[in-house]
Structure formats: C-alpha cells, structure tokens
C-alpha cells in the first residue's frame, strides 16, 4: 500500500532554514504529482507547494519565493526547502499524494520568533 514518511522537522529561530524530506512506496512515485500541507493550530490545512511529475511547480503565496520543492525520483522522495521562515510558518507538515489521497504522519515545524 501507499505510505508516505515525512522527517527533518523541528525548531528553529525566525530567519532560520529546515529542510523536509518525504520518502515514498508502494507506488510508481515517478508517476504521480506530490504536495505538501501544512496545518496551523486552530486553522484548516492549507497547500504549501505542490511538483507534479515532469518537475514543474507550484506554492501557496504565503511561501512563494522562500519554499522551494523538489523530488528525486531515484530516492522516492519529495522534499521542501524552508529558508527564511517566520513563527506563522509554525504546523505540522504534511505529505500527500493525491491519486491515492494518502497522507504522511507529519512533523512539526516550530519557528520562533
């Protein structure tokens, strides 16, 4: 079956940089767009980036221009490049693969200002 693990969260100080990683399987991960999530306390979960499988590339306008988002196919894995991250960045990260509509378990990514 599908499963999605996510790892690299933690805390960091505001201005600071985090990447994610999500490792994939049981899927042709080349084949298929992956997202990242995020979800705030007390608020809905909002897209964060999203790379479908030709590499092209899309981001919420809250990260545009400080996310970046990339996969290796070889590896399985997605990740997210956090740089200049501000304390609203703070949640749970999550990773999703739409065709399936599997999620990760998430990590917490908590920036301090």
């Known amino acids: 079956q599908v499963q999605l693990v996510e790892s690299g969260g933690g805390e960091v100080e505001s201005g600071g940089s985090l990447q994610l990683s999500c490792e994939a399987s049981g899927f042709v991960f080349s084949q298929y767009a992956m997202s990242w999530y995020r979800q705030a306390p007390g608020k809905d979960r909002e897209l964060v980036a999203i790379?479908?499988?030709?590499?092209?590339?899309n981001y919420g306008l809250s990260v545009k221009g400080r996310f970046a988002v990339s996969r290796d196919n070889d590896k399985n894995t997605v990740y997210l490049q956090m740089n200049n991250l501000k304390p609203e960045d703070t949640g749970v990260y999550y990773c999703?693969?739409?065709?399936?509509?599997?999620w990760g378990h998430g990590t917490q990514v908590t920036v301090s200002s």
């Open positions: 790379i479908d499988k030709n590499k092209n590339t």
């Open positions: 999703h693969e739409r065709f399936s509509d599997t």
